[in-house]
């Protein structure tokens, strides 16, 4: 069953913690993307990665690290530096110019 | 700054009813336009996918229309079906492979 998972579907963080959600994808796409979705509002890019051991901030980086050491997976890290990080969080990933699949996404709450 | 603005924010129709939803975009340079589907709690699904030399796709009962010069596009649902209760995102394509999203429109068919 080829596509694009995350995990965990919920996750609940207290306050000072870190955590990190999980991006696999089993599409053989070179780019991948985390974005971030609040209510009423578009999707918001977080960080992109075009190719493996390379990456680049998106537009609301702060708060937030990625690692993509192998081709299939691109873990996201809420860090303690993140102010407001309850959202729900979206993988994607794509081939070069085409269109970008999205993950079942990840709902983080912060208690 | 790169924008896409969706109308209405959100619909309310009768099963079997037609419906259409509004798009205007301001992104630069402009590379495609993007309906996705998302249902509740769950990813975006893409639904078509036009680059500025088209006027119309189809996928289905969706229908989706680009005026690349007034930057307008529409997704033009017919038949409406109970299971075509989503939120419907326009994406705006840029340079490489980057993405501005809508806020979405929230549809809901009522039987």
């Known amino acids: 069953d080829g596509g694009i998972t995350q995990s965990p579907k919920y996750l609940f963080r207290k306050e000072g913690q870190n955590v990190t959600l999980s991006c696999e994808q089993n599409?053989?796409?070179?780019?991948m993307y985390w974005y971030r979705q609040d209510p009423g509002q578009g999707l918001r890019l977080i960080y992109y990665?075009?190719?493996?051991?390379?990456?680049q901030k998106g537009d609301i980086a702060e708060g937030y690290s990625v690692s993509r050491e192998k081709k299939e997976s691109f873990p996201l890290t809420v860090t303690s530096a993140q102010k407001n990080p309850t959202a729900f969080y979206l993988c994607a990933s794509s081939t070069a110019a085409a269109q970008q699949f999205f993950g079942p996404g990840t709902r983080l709450t912060v208690l | 700054k790169n924008q896409v603005e969706q109308s209405p924010q959100s619909l309310i129709i009768l099963e079997g009813k037609n419906c259409t939803l509004q798009?205007?975009?301001?992104?630069?340079?402009?590379?495609?336009l993007r309906w996705y589907k998302q249902d509740t709690g769950r990813g975006p699904v893409s639904l078509t996918i036009?680059?500025?030399?088209?006027n119309t796709k189809s996928n289905g009962r969706y229908t989706a229309t680009l005026d690349a010069d007034t930057k307008q596009s529409s997704l033009h649902i017919t038949a409406s079906q109970l299971s075509d209760s989503a939120s419907y995102i326009c994406v705006a394509g840029h340079a490489g492979n980057m993405l501005t999203f809508g806020g979405g429109t929230r549809l809901m068919v009522k039987p």
């Open positions: 798009c205007n975009y301001t992104v630069s340079p402009f590379s495609n």
């Open positions: 036009m680059t500025f030399s088209e």
């Open positions: 599409l053989n796409h070179d780019a």
């Open positions: 990665s075009q190719i493996v051991n390379d990456f």
